[in-house]
């Protein structure tokens, strides 16, 4: 079962904070690299056990989407982000009003 996390960090830790959501998925990265080559390798064989290769496959698409969960993540914060830092360039006191607003 998935559960959904939310915390708050200051907005000067933002790009900080995605930067290390984002380095945590660098090893789970480098094994789908590993999974993807071996599969490469497995289906160059002339005795590839078919249905070990499938799982392998299904293992390999479950690691891809929970990398594009994170990333739609990052994305979101980003975009939140984003925003938040062309509102301040527009009017300054009119975006820290809203903020404080909520």
Do not use: C, H, W
């Amino acid at each position: 079962m998935r559960v959904k996390l939310s915390y708050t960090v200051e907005v000067e830790n933002v790009l900080k904070e995605v930067s290390k959501i984002f380095g945590l998925q660098q090893e789970e990265v480098q094994l789908m690299v590993l999974a993807y080559n071996g599969l490469l390798e497995d289906l160059s064989r002339k005795d590839v056990d078919i249905f070990k290769t499938l799982r392998k496959l299904e293992d390999l698409r479950a690691s891809l989407l929970n990398l594009d969960m994170r990333a739609a993540e990052m994305s979101e914060v980003l975009r939140g982000y984003g925003e938040y830092q062309t509102a301040l360039r527009r009017s300054p006191e009119d975006t820290e009003e809203e903020v404080e607003n909520g």
